[in-house]
Nanobody
Framework: QVQLVESGGGLVQTGGSLRLSCAAS????????MGWFRQAPGREREFVAA????????SYADSVKGRFTISRDNAKNTVYLQMNSLKPEDTAVYYC??????????????????WGQGTQVTVSS
């Protein structure tokens, strides 16, 4: 089992940057693909980005391509989401999740086995 704890959220102005971190417990972090999802009030949870177990393959939602970068450090059991050029529509609770899948990182939330508690990101206009 994996426990995930997100951090790094906060309030930022339009055009600003934030870096989210997700720390995982246990010694099996490198056996999981990792993903970031987000959920805004009144909306369904949506895929943001994902990274393969080794970090050599990534996937992004079209809405964040070119602005967000997902990365991981298996030695530190941590996955990151660097968010640049933030927009008000990026406002949401951001969740990290772990997936046992060994192929190309998946984008469907129901594929993921473990979830963190979320961290709030608010972008003011």
């Amino acid at each position: 089992q994996v426990q995930l704890v997100e951090s790094g959220g906060g309030l930022v102005q339009t055009g600003g940057s934030l870096r989210l971190s997700c720390a995982a417990s246990g010694r099996t972090f490198s056996t999981y693909s990792m993903g970031w999802f987000r959920q805004a009030p009144g909306r369904e949870r949506e895929f943001v980005a994902a990274v393969s177990r080794s970090g050599d393959s990534t996937s992004y939602a079209d809405s964040v391509k070119g602005r967000f970068t997902i990365s991981r450090d298996n030695a530190k059991n941590t996955v990151y989401l660097q968010m640049n050029s933030l927009k008000p529509e990026d406002t949401a609770v951001y969740y990290c999740a772990a997936d046992k899948w060994i192929g190309v990182p998946r984008t469907q939330s129901h594929s993921y086995d473990y979830w963190g508690q979320g961290t709030q990101v608010t972008v003011s206009s």
